[in-house]
């Protein structure tokens, strides 16, 4: 037939998959043990990997699937958890890195080819099946965001092994209820469980199975051929594989991750029940995920306010954290073994046990929020003045001889002089704060009584001969855990704001231009996250053509225009429309996330648009079997698919040092070898 294009072999389509699984498989383990140092999130992910198999508890802001997979192929690599992962450029030395290092590598591999197999379920052309293939393998960004110890390959492998799942489940559209439509249905839903428990950004695929199957659903509603009890059914079997399996398998993920970690150790030790004069505390804000009351010897910058030393908040347990409580008007004896509890309405003062000032404000305006008072440290080995005297205040206390009891008992603090109330901001100081929380006193205290930026909780609680009590039965259940847990995520998730300084973050808008990367690795030689332009840029140009080409061909259909039967426009359209959805689903809400980006989160996201680029390619090809024989078609389509790989495989033995190692000075510098690679100011290489 003309325009045929099956102008190669019939077993081309196992050769074409095995080679480009092959080629993965090497480029992906191709120097996986370079560096022999930790790479930029490694030093995350692989201490988290330590948790776990250690079994001590911690805190994170994604779901732990992938972590707990990491963990589980460093435990069966010999791993035993000692290497703290203190930054990047540690070097591993002994250390069996490479055992977590292989599943990101072979998950890696694997999306070549899955990339393949959602193109040939959605349009059954090799051609675009091989395009699409060769576009994400010649990619030296996700080679580069796979031979690490990080969540991107598992974030990436579960989204393509949803997509795929979904295209197979639609092609069993017309045989409902079989053995292989309920495996795919089943698989569907796996899939996108196991792709939320990765990252929260699994949820875009979720939008992505949701959207095709109120489609679905509609479509069945609408065939009046299908009964009230069919509909029902179909709706009912997608609710338990696509909502109920899901959920399940979400919770029981975080059920593995509690019980693999023995729980928050304030919960599994004994401390006084209350607080007395003279304990040394720690000082927790009441918000969920709350910092610490922490102070160091840095002082505040004498442009925002008197240079007294720095008062913040701090998230992580540090020496820094401990303070002593002491009565407002003398200090405590030497030896002295009275025992006198802090009772609501008691005056104190609060002595940083590090540096022996006092927690001290005064009428100057803190350093960003303006309209509240600074909080400092002040004074001389626990004296200073009358302005670190500060009324303790029980959250709904019963009378003034209620006591303030640890982890229980909500407290606030109100400056006796200036009235201010101690808060804790939202508000992340500059480099000269350690990018720390700001704290303030409030001046106006009585609007603030439910907001838990004003209350504190005493956590630690340390002094000789108090009467103790285990903190066991103060441990949350499984759903208080699982559901504070996520409070927190998404509350630090949404905190994590970009700084302004930072080279690594960028935009979305960059990230389709590859108009800036990350830099990974940098000692003697330099690894950096920048994906291939020859792909990025090609991608780019069919991501612009793609809608004017659909628009035409749409138009062509309503007005009933005939189309050459090979053309197959109307499974074009559905392959095409499919994976531009999931492109945008990827990619576009990131415009409205006010978190801190980086350009590794459009890996999903780009590649979908490799499989858009090979079908909307494909299609057009074949629209030139309209005016050309079909030999002198099928030799033209094998020449332009030769220089396409040629291209590619050029391009990608310019470009892999960015994944493999960029050895020599800086592009710039006298004697660099990658003068040449810079084809963009902004690449920092």
């Known amino acids: 037939m003309k325009g045929e294009l099956n102008f190669f072999p019939t077993n081309r389509w196992w050769f074409s998959f095995l080679a480009l699984t092959a080629a993965a498989f090497w480029t992906r383990f191709y120097k996986l043990d370079k560096p022999e140092y930790v790479c930029w999130d490694e030093t995350h992910f692989g201490k988290h990997a330590s948790y776990y198999i250690n079994h001590t508890y911690f ?86 965001l796979t031979q690490f110890i990080l969540l991107d390959p598992y974030l990436m492998f579960f989204v393509l092994c949803s997509s795929y799942s979904l295209l197979m489940f639609k092609s069993t559209f017309d045989r409902p209820f079989t053995p292989e439509w309920w495996f795919w249905l089943s698989a569907t839903g796996v899939s996108i469980a196991c ?41 009912v079997a997608r609710v338990l594989c696509l909502i109920l399996l899901p959920v399940v398998l979400y919770v029981a993920f975080f059920a593995i991750h509690f019980q693999l970690l023995e729980g928050n150790t304030l919960h599994n030790r004994s401390l006084p029940r209350h607080l007395a004069y ?11 995920g709350g910092a610490y009351l922490h102070s160091h010897w840095h002082l505040y910058p004498k442009e925002v306010g008197p ?24 200090d405590p004896i ?9 009772r609501h309405g008691d005056l104190v003062r609060l002595e940083h046990v590090t540096t022996t000032r006092n927690m001290h404000s005064h009428k100057e305006p803190a350093p960003v929020t303006k309209s ?5 440290g002040y ?14 205040e029980v959250f709904e206390a019963a009378s003034n001889d209620t006591q303030i009891e640890t982890l229980t008992s909500k407290i606030r603090l109100i400056h006796y002089n200036v009235k201010c109330g101690l808060y804790a901001t939202r508000y992340m100081l500059p480099k000269w704060g350690w990018e720390q929380m700001e704290v303030t006193c409030d001046p106006s205290p009585s609007s603030r009584k439910r907001d838990p930026g004003e209350w504190w909780i005493i956590e630690d609680n340390h002094k000789e001969g108090l009467p103790q009590i285990h903190t066991g ?7 208080a855990k699982f559901i504070e847990s996520h409070v927190i995520m998404f509350d630090v998730n949404g905190n994590l704001k970009p700084k302004i300084d930072d080279p690594l973050t960028s935009r979305p808008w960059h990230w389709p231009l590859n108009y800036q990367g990350q830099v990974f690795f940098s000692m003697d030689y330099k690894i950096y996250l920048l994906g291939n332009p020859v792909v990025f840029w090609a991608n780019l140009a069919m991501l612009i053509l793609y809608p004017c080409v659909a628009l035409v061909f749409h138009a062509r259909q309503a007005r009933g225009v005939p189309e050459p039967e090979e053309l197959a426009v109307s499974r074009w359209l559905d392959a095409s429309t499919f994976f531009y959805v999931a492109w945008a689903l990827h990619y576009v809400p990131f415009y409205y996330m006010g978190r801190v980006l980086y350009f590794h989160h459009y890996f999903p996201a780009f590649l979908f648009s490799c499989m858009v680029s090979g079908v909307l390619v494909d299609f057009l090809l074949r629209n030139l079997s309209r005016w050309m024989s079909a030999v002198n078609f099928s030799s033209l389509l094998q020449s332009l698919f030769i220089a396409i790989f040629g291209i590619l495989v050029f391009s990608f033995y310019v470009f892999c040092p960015f994944s493999y190692g960029l050895y020599g000075p800086r592009a710039g510098e006298p004697n660099s070898t990658v003068n040449s690679l810079k084809w963009l100011e902004s690449w920092d290489i």
């Not at 792709?195 to 095709?212: C, E, M, P, R």
């Not at 030497?334 to 802090?342: A, F, G, K, R, S």
């Not at 004074?379 to 303790?392: A, K, Q, S, Y």
Request: include cysteine; aromatic fraction near 12%; proline fraction near 5%.
């Open 59 to 144: 805190f994170d802001v994604h779901p732990p699937l992938a972590k707990m997979l990491i963990a589980l192929s460093g435990s069966l690599s010999g791993y035993n958890g000692s290497f703290p992962f203190v930054k990047p450029g540690d070097a591993y030395n002994d250390i069996p890195y490479l055992g977590m290092r292989i599943p990101s590598a072979l998950l890696g591999a694997l999306l070549i080819p899955l990339v393949y197999l959602n193109v040939w379920t959605a349009t059954q052309s090799l051609m675009a099946a091989e395009l699409s293939s060769l576009l994400a393998l010649f990619d030296t960004g996700t080679l580069t």
């Open 195 to 235: 792709t939320a428990s990765v990252k929260f950004v699994g949820l875009f695929t979720i939008a992505l199975v949701g959207i095709y199957t109120i489609k679905e659903l509609w479509e069945i509603y609408c065939n009046l051929s299908n009964s009230m009890a069919q509909i029902v059914r179909h709706f």
């Open 278 to 288: 003279g304990a040394a505390v720690t000082i927790k804000n009441s918000r969920l």
């Open 307 to 330: 240079e007294q030393q720095q008062i913040t908040t701090y998230g992580y347990k540090d020496e820094n954290n401990w303070w002593k409580i002491k009565r407002w008007d003398y």
């Open 334 to 342: 030497p030896n002295d073994t009275t025992i006198e509890y802090v």
């Open 372 to 376: 509240h008072y600074q909080v400092s």
């Open 379 to 392: 004074g001389t080995n626990g004296t200073g003045d009358e302005n670190d005297v500060w009324r303790i």
């Open 473 to 479: 039965h103060l441990a949350p259940g499984f759903a």
